[in-house]
């Protein structure tokens, strides 16, 4: 897998505010990067999941 492809990819949904979509193939991309033994891969990703979950706590989240 060519992790920058994907993660532009993964990035053009949440400029879409397709946030369900990416973070569908931000779970796939790393349980890619599991059955690889790529422990990197799998951080990155996870990363990427935290991220886009700031930006729908950003987005939607109410301010306490």
């Known amino acids: 897998m060519d992790r920058s492809s994907e993660i532009k990819n993964i990035m053009s949904h949440v400029d879409k505010g397709n946030y369900h979509a990416a973070i569908n193939l931000s779970i796939s991309a790393m349980n890619e990067c599991r059955r690889n033994n790529d422990q ?3 951080n990155q990703f ?3 999941i935290k991220e886009i979950v700031q ?4 987005e939607f989240g109410s301010q306490h």
């Not at 930006?55 to 950003?58: A, G, L, R, V």
């Open 40 to 42: 990197s891969g799998i």
């Open 55 to 58: 930006i729908m706590t950003n």
């Open 46 to 48: 996870l990363d990427l």
